[in-house]
């Protein structure tokens, strides 16, 4: 029998009881902790180096560029993450990655500070950060079930998801103003201070419960094993292709902001900072919502948050006010990396089996990495058409995917299938 097709009630304690239980888990509190201190280097590091890219060259589409070259190893080294996360330590291989990143922002920093930085430099530190952070995602995903107990998933990855959206709703602001005050060179050291204290905090974890059975067969067995899963299963397979297209269409705005806001609102590295502020606060409102509503199906509500996040996306496109484009930019992120996202990463972790979590969360994990190599493309169809037309196009991508795929294929999963929550402890 499908995991989808029973169900447990998960609703006995509260929501806030089941929060607390979680935070009084030494283990879960540091990672949550950790996750929320990346989340705050993460989110503003290309609030930063964006800024850095215009200073240096006054182009959109050098900016694109920077993305697409961080997005490409970003992709290329995920399969390979993957299977990293299965048959090594998690928690070394985050504390490893999240120090790799600080040494390369604060090598920046020192360059900007002596007034040296080149583009070429821009675009080497783009390239090795895609390298190093794409060993570091799917680790840190996976690494929510090493912690908690199955039926806590959903909890987990939306409280963590939280952690991640708090960050971005605090990091850019803030960095926003330390741009406009010190200077970008401060700003990175700010940022690399992030990844430092997030790397002890993994540290303080302890011993986790990790099985490793991967590393007892070859490498490639663990490729063609991971990918035959996916193959074979329709509910993973789905949501995996449905939300990258999400990330690489609809998310390829995330990373060039900048200089969308620049080019149609007219403002500078503050505003900017506003507006990642607005879509940090519609993300965390949605990572706090989801399990609030109880035992929902999740795919339906996957589906659902997709459209809705496509609709608002458009609409963000066509505003040249820049307050109601802090609203509508709200909407996106409550229905986008704050609904879409844990929804995805919450059905695939329960539905995968525990010897290749890594994995297949690996390839889950090319959703963020497409939206960086979709930044490239964008800028230049906004270079042709403008920014509204753009976006557009984007979302519309999104939704057509979203609507073939996941409803109207031949194979597509029922639309009212179970929730894994629902039998996540049996």
């Known amino acids: 029998m499908n995991s989808m097709d029973g169900a447990i009630d998960l609703d006995s ?76 330590d998690r928690r070394h291989v985050l504390m490893l990655t999240q120090t790799g990143v600080g040494f390369l922002v604060a090598t920046l920093g020192i360059l900007e500070l002596f007034d040296a930085v080149a583009i070429w430099n821009i675009y080497i530190a783009a390239f090795v950060l895609g390298i190093v952070q794409s060993l570091n995602m799917p680790a840190r995903t996976t690494m929510v079930s090493d912690i908690v107990a199955k039926a806590s998933i959903l909890d987990a990855v939306a409280m963590q998801n939280a952690a991640v959206h708090a960050g971005r709703m605090i990091g850019p602001p803030v960095l926003g103003l330390v741009i406009e005050l010190w200077g970008i060179g401060t700003s990175l050291f700010v940022i690399a201070g992030c990844y430092i204290v997030s790397m002890a905090c993994i540290g303080r974890i302890g011993e986790t419960n990790q099985i490793t059975r991967a590393s007892e067969v070859s490498v490639f067995k663990n490729f063609t094993d991971g990918f035959a899963y996916i193959r074979s299963n329709r509910i993973v397979l789905t949501a995996i292709v449905i939300t990258c297209s999400f990330g690489g269409f609809g998310m390829s705005h995330q990373q060039v902001i900048p200089a969308m806001a620049k080019d149609v609102l007219g403002t500078g590295a503050a505003g900017v900072g506003l507006l990642f502020l607005a879509s940090g606060i519609g993300s965390f409102l949605g990572n706090i919502l989801l399990p609030i509503i109880g035992n929902v199906r999740i795919y339906r509500s996957l589906l659902i948050n997709l459209v809705l996040f496509s609709i608002f996306l458009s609409l963000f496109s066509w505003s040249s006010w820049f307050w109601l484009s802090w609203f509508l930019f709200l909407l996106v992120g409550l229905f986008g990396l704050g609904s879409v996202w844990p929804l995805a990463t919450s059905l695939v972790q329960v539905e995968s089996p525990v010897e290749m979590k890594g994995r297949v969360m690996g390839i889950l994990q090319f959703t963020p990495g497409f939206h960086f190599l979709g930044a490239y493309p964008l800028t230049l169809l906004a270079g042709q058409f403008g920014w509204e037309a753009a976006i557009t196009v984007a979302a519309g991508a999104t939704l057509l995917v979203t609507v073939w795929f996941g409803v109207v294929r031949k194979g597509a999963p029922e639309i009212d299938i179970q929730t894994p929550r629902e039998q996540a402890s049996n």
Request: charge should be positive.
């Open 13 to 88: 304690d509260s929501y806030w009881s089941r929060v607390f239980k979680l935070l009084r888990k030494p283990a879960f509190r540091w990672f949550w902790l950790g996750s929320s201190t990346q989340a705050i280097g993460q989110a503003t590091q290309f609030l930063v180096i964006g800024w850095l890219v215009l200073e240096v060259t006054g182009s959109a589409t050098e900016l694109g560029l920077v993305i697409f070259l961080y997005g490409v190893p970003n992709v290329a080294f995920l399969l390979v993450a993957g299977i990293v996360a299965d048959r090594f």
